[in-house]
Each structure stands twice: as C-alpha cells, then as structure tokens.
Nanobody
C-alpha cells in the first residue's frame, strides 16, 4: 500500500512558476513509477508527466513539454513537478499517482489505469 499526499498548489499569474510536491509512504518508493495527472474544469483527467525509476526515464504530455519538469528524491520519498511559464489553460486539480514495476513505455505510463495509487489532488489556478 502506498499513500500519496500532494502539496504546493495555489494561485499564480500567467508566466509564473509553481513546484508541486508529492510525498509517498512506503519503503519501496524508489521502485515505483510516479506520474502527475490533472483535471481541469469540465474536462477529463489527463496525463501530465511520469518518471519511470528505471534508467531515470521521464515522459511528458506535449502540452507541457519544455515547461514542466518531473523529478524525484528517493531519499525523501518525494516526487516533484516544477511548472514554469504557466498558462491559464494549466488551471486544474493536479494529482500524483504511483505504479509498481518498470520497463514499460511512455504510452503505458500515460494511462491513468496504470496507476493503482492516487493522491487527493492539489488545486493550481493560473490567472491571465
């Protein structure tokens, strides 16, 4: 069982930055793939970024590539999402997710069904 707690959301102006954190419980955090998803108002949940612990592979949605960076600190059982150059369309509830296993491709890690463990979400609002 893995428990995830997100933090770091808030209100920011367009062009600004935020860093989200996701603290995970469990001794095997380092062997889990970690993902970030988001759900905007009236929209379905969508993939943002994922970190496959194997070989440090990271995957990003096209909409955030070059602006967002996922990183993990296994010593702190924490995964981060650094968000730069934020846009109003980035406004959403952001969720952290965890999945055991490795060795899969970006398509696998972009599916929400891959992840059995989810945090409660943190709100990010970007004003224009």
């Amino acid at each position: 069982q893995v428990q995830l707690v997100e933090s770091g959301g808030g209100l920011v102006q367009a062009g600004g930055s935020l860093r989200l954190s996701c603290a995970a419980s469990g001794r095997t955090f380092s062997t889990y793939a970690m993902g970030w998803f988001r759900q905007g108002p009236g929209k379905e949940r969508e993939f943002v970024a994922a970190d496959s612990w194997s070989a440090g592979r990271a995957y990003y949605a096209d909409s955030v590539k070059g602006r967002f960076t996922i990183a993990r600190d296994n010593a702190k059982n924490t995964v981060y999402l650094q968000m730069n150059s934020l846009k109003p369309e980035d406004t959403a509830v952001y969720y952290c997710a965890a999945a055991p296993g490795t060795g899969y491709d970006g398509i696998y890690y972009a599916r929400s069904s891959t992840y059995p463990y989810w945090g409660q979400g943190t709100q990010v609002t970007v004003s224009s």
